[in-house]
């Protein structure tokens, strides 16, 4: 069993970016659930937010097939990459701290 690592403000940060991905992830699949003609700036945002994983994801999206594409499963695929990043970042920056202290 590994032991719990302390929560610092990287930690913190990671915590806090995964909060906002997945807040307006839920926001863009209740947009696309309920409104007749959906103009998904959330989406967007969440590209954005998201960056660099989240453009490759996007610009890939149009690749497609149009019968491939479900909005629903871009937005999952960008909430994916928001998640992965934080993880990444969080994961690297507690590595280069073990390597300098």
């Known amino acids: 069993m590994t032991k719990p690592h302390k929560l610092g403000p990287v930690g913190c940060l990671a915590l806090a ?5 997945l807040a307006l992830g839920i926001f ?7 409104v007749q003609d959906p103009i998904l ?11 660099p994983l989240g453009w490759v994801i996007w610009q890939a999206w149009d690749l497609l097939p ?19 990043q934080a993880w990444a970042v969080s994961r ?3 590595q280069l701290a073990r390597r300098n202290g």
């Not at 863009?28 to 309920?34: A, E, K, M, R, Y």
């Not at 700036?41 to 960056?51: C, D, E, I, P």
């Not at 149009?66 to 992965?84: D, S």
Request: glycine fraction near 8%; charged fraction near 5%; charge should be neutral.
């Open 92 to 94: 690297l920056v507690r």
């Open 41 to 51: 700036l959330s989406g967007v945002a969440l590209m954005y937010l998201t960056f």
């Open 28 to 34: 863009s699949i209740v947009v696309l659930l309920t």
């Open 17 to 21: 970016y995964s909060g906002l991905v």
């Open 66 to 84: 149009i019968e491939l594409t479900n909005p629903i499963v871009l937005v999952l695929l960008l909430m994916g990459a928001g998640w992965f």
